[in-house]
């Protein structure tokens, strides 16, 4: 497909002894977002990392656009213009909100419009500006992690579960930052939240044991229950 953003090719990843992805293949379309769905364990985050040179493919491509990303070194993938909001949101938790989004700029120094539509987005981030991000909601440091790879225009964005243990009234505000955010980036969303997921995405790739078994649209895998029980089983929130 020519649209594709981004493009993996038959990726097989080793962690230590073991083989966690089996040739992933699968494309992200540009703009919008795309999710990964999968079970526990199922190799979505390993996904992720090795997108992001965190872990090496050992065999397959990865490319994104026109570059082969697959042993580039991470802060050249970052470069690219792809941003990563890991699981456990990689934030600092001794520093301020402001010095947290500081650091996650190219130049240590703010574009107004940017920051401006950032606390249009997430209000918390304006009110607790000054504040050290572990006195923070759970909700407010997801918010806070988005906001640190949104506070530069991004080609992409890989985020890796943001809804977890958060309450379902954050999750529904989240809705809605993230359509606006993916009106101007195509966002990869790892989720086990399928109502999150399914009110976002547009495609699906479902992954289980480091295998791709499925790849469609998301409002075809929404409408089919019988095949989102025998992909996703009971591992997730269809309810
Ligand atoms: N550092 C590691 N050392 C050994 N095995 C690992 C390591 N990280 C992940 N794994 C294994 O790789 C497999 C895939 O893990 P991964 O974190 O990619 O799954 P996931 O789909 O993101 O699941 P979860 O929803 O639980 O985060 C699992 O079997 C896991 O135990």
Do not use: C
């Amino acid at each position: 497909m020519s649209d594709a953003i981004l493009r993996l090719d038959d990726v097989h990843t080793d962690i230590a002894q073991y083989q966690i992805l089996h040739g992933v293949s699968f494309d992200v379309p540009e703009g919008g977002v795309h999710v990964l769905l999968g079970r526990n364990g199922a190799g979505k985050t390993t996904t992720l990392r090795t997108i992001m040179g965190l872990w090496r493919a050992r065999k397959g491509a990865i490319v994104f656009r026109h570059h082969d990303i697959t042993a580039m070194p991470t802060p050249d993938i970052a470069r690219l213009g792809i941003a990563f909001v890991p699981e456990n949101m990689g934030i600092f938790g001794g520093l301020t909100v402001e010095e947290n989004m500081r650091l996650a700029t190219t130049s240590g120094q703010f574009d107004k419009d940017r920051l401006d539509r950032v606390f249009a987005l997430f209000p918390a981030m304006e009110k607790f500006w000054a504040k050290q991000a572990f006195a923070l909601s759970g909700g407010q440091k997801q918010m806070l992690a988005i906001s640190r790879a949104i506070i530069e225009k991004r080609e992409m964005i890989l985020i890796d579960e943001p809804t977890k243990g958060l309450a379902p009234a954050i999750i529904r505000a989240m809705i809605d930052a993230f359509r606006e955010i993916a009106a101007e980036t195509t966002i990869l969303l790892v989720e086990q939240n399928f109502l999150f997921a399914r009110s976002l995405g547009r495609g699906v790739t479902v992954i289980d044991d480091g295998r791709i078994v499925h790849d469609g649209d998301m409002a075809a895998l929404a409408a089919d229950e019988g095949l989102q029980t025998r992909l996703l089983s009971l591992s997730l929130e269809a309810h």
